[in-house]
């Protein structure tokens, strides 16, 4: 077997290189610290040279957005990065993506808000990525990234994710992953579909007709309230197939845990540190590692919940994962939340000293 | 007596365009854009394009374009369109893509994509329709109406003091060296009607033939929210709109 190439990068650029190798056909961005390096990775690489794809530097995030809403719309596998605030913008489309059932990937490398916040990292936007952010009754379909090698991983699989709904996949990562770097095996090339092969994968896309009978059309719009509700519920059925289907999550030093805590991407590196610090001291604690933010890994929180004596909650926000942990336990045990706001990461024995207030 | 067997009793001198379908359109009558409609299908049809146009519809008295001509179509949120067709020309660079929008769309929430798109020589037409106001909405007033003009929310008309002064688009996307085509038209007499033609099949070719950004503006009118008889407006539009708006090529770059 050859040898895997291995690369020292920073997850900003293992973005931009999975991409590349994906068959990715169009990334539509604008800069905002601290994910510039998707764009500029992108721009330094000349993707149109090789594979064909188009990387653009839109005016926007609101055009960035639409832009891949027109790529997406036509069958193409299309995507857009930004970080917090330029994600705030790009909300409407986000809502417009979804209403139209077009598929994309939109990465958000996410800083300390609210408002123009902080350009350090951040967990903060994890109610505005699952709970809708824009408007009307739709999801997201979250990945969350805890290293460098996840985040060249992740790209092509929110392809998969979003092709296979129809429907928006989000990378939900922060300052620390974007910024670190560490070592990476890239994936294999993947060549970029055909224009057939689209046109076969994807018959509802608007390609142009090419012999089709009848035109296709991508919208969100209806004014009948009652054919508006059909299209709800298709969404919604297809919200609740993912659901079943989809859940991703990982357990670190669970079997025998008396305690056990609940965290994602970068918080969760920093919980294994405050585990194994505890069990250093004899205190057994486990980690549940949401990898699917939406869909959420409730049933395996609420079986959990089960055998440990109480979850603390450890994310960079003022607590907003935990609502979601809570809803998957209910009162029958105690459960905490423990983070750090505007751009701090918290160190593993702050943590440690919060999980031992609990016990 | 079929459809078929009248048509085929005479000679036939005139047919609507295979392109426009049957649905029966939502415009008020006396309206421009089922005109406009109609010269867009005729020239993509002419043009032998149906199989390789993606069209996008804005929001606006057009949001529903696409359900009269049998190509393609994207409907964009609002103002958002030529964002849209700047990615779909660039990943379809051998299909014909155009936008379809209004004033309230393209010049006012949409003005950044619209100028931007226009500059970065994207190959794709916009095809803008001003007819001074927000039709869609009620009648409200538009960056492009007139000072003076009555609507819903200048009741009183439009003045300097309290609204500013109206835009005139295609006179910036002029100076623009993105652009290769920049036209003013009407279509309110069948020689206006002729040249409008002209004008967008000249802007199409232009756009396949990766000349640049090409703009179709057609002054138009609105007679409900104008609240005038198409006549009427028609009037109005020529007395009024037409000195602020004048008529013609703005620019042409194509022949070059």
Redesign the interface.
Known sequence: MAEKEVSLIKGNEAIALAAIRCGCDGYFGYPITPQSEVLETLAAQKPWETTGMVVLQAESELASINMVYGGAGTGKRVMTSSSSPGISLMQEGMSYLAGAELPCVVFNCMRGGPGLGTIQPSQSDYFQTVKGGGHGDYRLITLAPSSVQEMADFVDLAFELAFRYRNPAMILSDGVIGQMMEKVVLPGFKPRRTEEQIMKECPWAATGRMGRTHPNIITSLELQSEVMEQNNLRIQAKYKECEEKEVRYEEYMCEDADWLIVAFGSAARIAKKTIQLARGEGIKVGLLLPITLWPFPTRQIEALGRKVKGILVLEFNAGQMIEDVKLAVGCSLPVEHYGRLGGIVPDPDEALEALKKMI | MTREEIINTGELVYKKPELLNETPMHYCPGCPHGTVHKLVAEVIDDMGM?????A?SPVGCS??A?RYI????????HG?AP??????K???PD?LVFTYQGDGDLACIGT??TI?ALNRKENITIIFINNAIYGMTGGQMAPTTLLGQKTVTCPYGREVALHGYPLKIADIAAILPGTCYVTRQTVHTVPAIRKAKAAIRKAFEYSLQGKGSNLVEIVSTCNSGWKMSPEKSFKWMEENMVPFYPLGDLKDTGKE
């Open positions: 149906r199989d390789k146009t993606i996008v949001v529903f696409y049998d190509v393609d179509w994207e409907e964009a949120a958002r964002a849209l067709a700047s990615a779909i660039r990943l379809w299909r950044a994509e931007h």
